[in-house]
């Protein structure tokens, strides 16, 4: 098979990632980025033109040598897992389009494990320093308010920063309080608003220069707020703030589901307004309000302090 084959079978295996499994364009992104890196390891590897048969017969040794090489750039454990992930969905649909298995010693692979870091939660005091500063970064008025507004929403209620660009004006009910977020895997949830952040879109909405548009938040020039300029936004308000390079929109997202926690949220509820598949994925939560509570206990309670005083 030729190599312009191979760059036919991923056009269609890219349609059926963004169709069939409905799986977000930026994790879409990531499997194709994966994919041609893998090719391209592989070329070099073997010292010829990679096709469509090379990946079918590809060997649990090949796979393990673009792992090493992966780890031996600095990629993480997270970032070579994934690699992994694209490969088996890339053999999974040559399996499902020829009606045969491929590749089976690869498909059943063990990821790397994947050390999970804790996320470091901002305290309210630092959300409310961060919303305060965007008034101070010499915008327009509408941007202050939309930045403001945006930003308050991603924390009040944990949305991922694509989630948050991508909502739509017909999303937000103010009405009611509500505004209806599409997630990961095409889920849509229902998140209540509070009315202080209820009043910030509205206000935002009410200056936006540009009505006739569908997305929610729009740049200077009407189109859809993209992730880098809010990223940049954050980065702004930290650097005037000393805030360290954690500070970022996700960690808004974090501080979210730590601050509901440490106020007594249940895990169950927190999952879905957060929008996660797994409780799993919201159980790493517990262990970060759990250090902020042993925290305080060693910093405020007077057995705590009597011991320290003592040592």
């Known amino acids: 098979m030729s190599d312009a084959w191979l760059a036919s079978v991923i056009e269609s295996?890219?349609?059926?990632?963004e169709s069939a499994r409905?799986?977000?364009?930026?994790?879409?992104?990531?499997?194709?980025?994966?994919?041609?890196?893998?090719?391209?390891?592989?070329?070099?590897?073997?010292?010829?033109?990679?096709?469509?048969?090379?990946?079918?017969?590809?060997?649990?040794?090949?796979?393990?040598?673009?792992?090493?090489?992966?780890?031996?750039?600095?990629?993480?454990?997270?970032?070579?897992?994934?690699?992994?992930?694209?490969?088996?969905?890339f053999l999974k649909y040559l399996g499902e389009t020829d009606g045969v298995t491929y590749a089976s010693d690869v498909v059943t692979m063990k990821p790397p494990k994947i050390n999970k870091s804790l996320p470091r939660p901002l305290t309210i005091e630092q959300i409310?320093?961060?919303?305060?500063?965007?008034?101070?970064?010499?915008?327009?008025?509408?941007?202050?308010?939309?930045?403001?507004?945006?930003l308050a929403l991603i924390y009040s209620v944990g949305l991922r920063i694509s989630e948050a660009l991508g909502l739509?004006?017909?999303?937000?009910?103010l009405s009611s309080g509500f505004i209806y977020v599409l997630g990961k895997g095409?889920?849509?949830?229902?998140?209540?608003?509070?009315?202080?952040?209820?009043?910030?879109?509205?206000?935002?909405?009410?200056?936006?220069?540009?009505e006739n548009t569908e997305a929610l938040f729009v740049n200077k020039?009407?189109?859809?707020?993209?992730?880098?300029?809010?990223?940049?936004?954050?980065?702004?308000a930290r650097k005037i703030l000393g805030l360290s390079a954690t500070v970022t929109p996700h960690a808004l997202r974090h501080s979210c589901a730590t601050h509901l926690?440490?106020?007594?949220?249940?895990l169950r509820s927190i999952q879905e307004l957060l929008g996660h598949s797994s409780i799993s994925s919201t159980q790493v939560y517990t262990d970060v309000a759990q250090r902020h509570v042993s925290d305080v206990y060693?910093?405020?309670?007077?057995l705590a302090t009597a011991s320290k005083k003592s040592q």
């Open 168 to 173: 739509n004006r017909k999303d937000v009910s």
């Open 13 to 17: 295996w890219t349609r059926c990632l």
């Open 128 to 150: 409310n320093e961060i919303l305060d500063v965007v008034g101070s970064l010499k915008q327009t008025a509408w941007i202050v308010k939309r930045d403001r507004a945006i």
């Open 221 to 236: 020039d009407g189109n859809r707020l993209s992730a880098s300029s809010v990223q940049k936004l954050v980065k702004a």
């Open 22 to 89: 409905a799986l977000s364009s930026n994790t879409v992104l990531s499997y194709l980025s994966d994919f041609k890196l893998l090719i391209r390891f592989l070329a070099n590897y073997k010292a010829e033109t990679i096709s469509v048969d090379h990946i079918k017969n590809i060997s649990k040794g090949d796979a393990r040598a673009w792992f090493l090489c992966r780890r031996e750039h600095g990629e993480s454990a997270r970032t070579v897992a994934r690699g992994l992930s694209a490969l088996k969905s």
């Open 261 to 266: 926690l440490e106020c007594g949220g249940d």
């Open 186 to 210: 095409g889920k849509v949830r229902s998140v209540p608003l509070a009315s202080e952040i209820n009043q910030a879109i509205k206000d935002y909405i009410s200056e936006a220069k540009y």
């Open 298 to 302: 060693d910093r405020c309670h007077p």
